[in-house]
């Protein structure tokens, strides 16, 4: 079954504690991204990358670090997460960046305390 | 930078009443795709858009691509509760690598 695996679904977690939050997708698209979802703002693109070893910063990387060392997997790092990242995220994939279906994963729930 | 604003927010109906959302784009956009988050879900793709003035029907959902492709509509004839959820549209230009989305409509139908 086509998919984007997001793990873990919640997490409730300490400033300054790293975590990451893994994704990976078994359809063999290009482009995945981060998004980052809050009340009454939509999803605001945190980074993405177009294929692999190739990331870039989207409308709000601070905080954030991503890697794509595969190309089915990209992983979302918080180094020192603060409260302010407390939020519902989103993996999502793509055949390429447009034009293309964006299919997500199911979600990742995270508070920070 | 790029922004696509869609209105309104909330809207509430009660079952059998009509749905509209809208969204605009202060520049033209390359194409623009709608999709549906149900309550505790994650978006899912509906349609895309990509040409100007285009208009395509998916049973009682009808979208449109304006003229000038700034903006764009999704509306929704006789709703029913299986249509709750929260709408969004996301615009692409062709100067960028990413999806701009529109903050979403949520579809709240009154008991």
């Known amino acids: 079954e086509a998919q984007v695996t997001q793990n873990p679904r919640y997490l409730i977690t300490v400033t300054g504690k790293k975590l990451t939050v893994t994704c990976s997708q078994n359809?063999?698209?290009?482009?995945m991204s981060w998004y980052r979802q809050d009340p009454g703002l939509g999803l605001r693109q945190i980074y993405y990358?177009?294929?692999?070893?190739?990331?870039d910063k989207g409308d709000v990387p601070e905080g954030y670090k991503v890697s794509r060392k595969e190309k089915r997997n990209f992983p979302l790092i918080l180094e020192s997460p603060s409260p302010n990242q407390t939020s519902l995220y989103f993996c999502?994939?793509?055949?390429?960046?447009?034009?293309?279906?964006?299919?997500f994963g199911q979600g990742t729930r995270l508070t920070v305390v | 930078g790029q922004q696509v604003m869609q209105i309104p927010q909330y809207q509430h109906v009660q079952e059998g009443e009509d749905f509209t959302t809208y969204c605009n784009s202060s520049t033209t956009l390359s194409n623009i795709q709608w999709y549906k988050q149900r309550p505790g879900g994650h978006p899912v793709f509906l349609i895309q858009l990509v040409k100007s003035g285009e208009v395509k029907k998916q049973k009682r959902l009808t979208f449109q691509f304006g003229e000038a492709k700034k903006n764009s509509s999704l509306h929704i004839t006789a709703t029913q509760t299986t249509d709750v959820g929260t709408y969004f549209c996301?615009?692409?230009?062709?100067?960028?690598?990413?999806?701009?989305w529109g903050a979403g409509t949520k579809l709240i139908i009154k008991p």
């Open positions: 996301a615009g692409c230009w062709d100067s960028n690598y990413q999806l701009i």
């Open positions: 359809m063999n698209h290009e482009y």
């Open positions: 990358s177009m294929n692999v070893e190739v990331t």
């Open positions: 999502a994939s793509s055949l390429w960046w447009r034009d293309t279906e964006a299919f």
